[in-house]
């Protein structure tokens, strides 16, 4: 049954599936969760709320009492809660029954202040493990088993991680670190996925010419988490078009090789990164992209800084670190 209930929970929306299901088996761990009043709990899955959809909405005797947004791996994006607020304030859902349900306490990347963080995932699957519900307290047990084996994976090798939501955990708490002692003038992607939908954390700083990027994500991570993470340090115009970009990258060649980083970042770096003097550029032109550079039709050009497979949290957030302070040093006209 655990790798079964595995393939099931990769995802925030499976760990939402599964609060939703739990509290339909049993809606009394819900209710002392949320601290509410007796009466007849339901729950609504993905509830369209002013043009957007909230993970869950907790209905009291058939009136809304509560909101929970479950951000697992992704950060908070566009105006998700601005929309959620507006309905919330029209259905009169006070600030402190509007939920953010995380992993742990940990921040969520741009998370709006007035919402509440007492409640965790972990949190709320315990609640079901007392319950009367024979299913729902079996089903609790076995998921809060896996989500903790889960969360301890996210600080030791990157190699020995499970699945895809490890590698989400471990990209937050890195993005946690690195922001906040980044150099000023550093911008962090709200949305932390890929364009692809694979977690990564991507930031950057405005330039003469346009912008300075650092992103750190699993390399092709839909071959699962036996690969390696990769950081890319890429240049990019406000044009943003392969032609312009791989034009910007040719003029910051140099800078813009992993070996000048690695250099930059000196030993403790060098001993986490393959092949530290390495230029980390295409050495094959591929059927995508530019021939030269690692990155995006319309996004950034440049190096690809590979990290060792059994890299730990620590050492992923020291070489990231290294490629945010290395940003400030792009070179002036």
Not at 121 to 142: K, M
Not at 223 to 237: A, D, H, K, S
Request: proline letters at 7%; hydrophobic letters at 40%; charged letters at 25%.
């Amino acid at each position: 049954m655990a790798y079964g209930l595995t393939r099931l929970l990769r995802t925030e929306e499976d760990w939402s599936d599964l609060l939703c299901f739990l509290a339909e088996l049993d809606p009394e761990p819900l209710r002392a969760a949320l601290r509410l009043a007796p009466g007849a709990v339901a729950v609504r899955r993905e509830a369209p709320v002013a043009g957007g959809r909230a993970d869950l909405v907790v209905l009291l005797d058939g009136a809304e009492r509560a909101v929970l947004e479950v951000k697992i791996g992704a950060g908070v994006h566009g105006g998700q809660f601005a929309a959620y607020d507006a309905w919330a304030e029209s259905k009169g859902v006070p600030a402190a029954d509007r939920h953010l349900v995380g992993p742990n306490t940990d921040p969520v990347p741009n998370q709006p202040a007035h919402w509440s963080r007492r409640l965790t995932v972990p949190g709320l699957l315990a609640g079901w493990n007392r319950s009367t519900d024979d299913l729902a307290r079996l089903l609790s047990v076995r998921a809060l088993r896996q989500f903790t084996r889960v969360e301890a994976e996210l600080t030791g090798p990157a190699d020995r991680a499970s699945d895809a939501l490890s590698d989400a955990l471990r990209l937050r708490r890195l993005a946690g670190v690195t922001q906040a002692s980044a150099p000023p003038g550093t911008v962090f992607a709200a949305r932390q996925r890929s364009r692809a939908g694979n977690p990564n954390v991507c930031a950057w700083r405005p330039t003469e010419d346009g912008y300075a990027v650092a992103e750190i994500q699993r390399l092709n991570p839909r071959n699962g988490t036996g690969t390696p993470f990769e950081i890319r340090l890429m240049v990019q115009t406000r044009q943003a078009t392969s032609a312009a970009n791989g034009a910007l990258a040719d003029r910051h060649r140099d800078w813009l090789a992993r070996s000048s980083f690695v250099r930059y970042a000196g030993p403790g770096v060098r001993e986490l990164v393959t092949e530290p003097e390495g230029d980390g550029f295409k050495k094959k032109p591929g059927a995508k992209g530019h021939p030269r550079y690692y990155g995006y039709e319309s996004g950034g050009h440049g190096s690809s800084v590979l990290l060792k497979a059994a890299v730990d949290l620590d050492g992923m957030v020291t070489a990231f670190a290294a490629a945010l302070r290395y940003l400030a040093t792009y070179p002036a006209r």
